[in-house]
């Protein structure tokens, strides 16, 4: 019986609510803001803000892999690049990261560094090669 009573005061409050002008309910909403440290914006962007971190959430889990691509690297970094090449992808030898780069400058396309990784590693090993006349891109 408690619940039909709470759900007849809230029926009445409603109704009581619907009736006011829209002065009176901008003077009812600032007197719950002050007396009650009600923050408006925060309830007001509540709802779409669940649906857009829903979104994100979901965009995520269709994209949760990346591949890491190597476009382009300049003559004057070439040593360098090798060296970081040879440690992203754990290869054996600077032999093998040549390798890589010889690839992209004969096929002329993109080359595959790391392959279904997320994409914060992408970004961090991405990271590794800042400073270098180096092209990499996450995709």
């Known amino acids: 019986m408690a619940v039909q009573k709470e759900n007849k005061k809230i029926r009445e409050l409603l109704d009581q609510i619907n009736s006011l002008t829209v ?3 901008k003077e009812l ?3 719950l803001v002050t007396e009650n440290g009600l923050d408006l914006s925060q309830i007001a962007s509540a709802p779409s803000a669940q649906s857009s971190s829903d979104t994100e ?3 995520a889990k269709a994209t949760s892999t990346v591949n890491l691509l190597l476009k382009s690297v300049a003559l004057d970094d070439r040593i360098k690049v090798m060296n970081v090449i040879k440690t992203v992808c754990s290869l054996d ?3 093998a990261a040549k390798a890589v780069i010889d ?3 004969t096929e002329k396309q993109s080359q595959v560094l ?3 990784i ?3 590693e992408a970004e961090d ?3 590794k090669f800042a400073g270098l006349a180096v092209e990499v891109e996450i995709k």
């Open 114 to 116: 790391k392959s279904n």
């Open 103 to 105: 690839k992209l400058n």
């Open 23 to 25: 002065l009176e309910l």
């Open 118 to 120: 997320s994409r914060t």
């Open 57 to 59: 959430t979901q965009g």
């Open 93 to 95: 030898s600077l032999i």
């Open 29 to 31: 909403l600032d007197l």
């Open 125 to 127: 090993l991405a990271k």
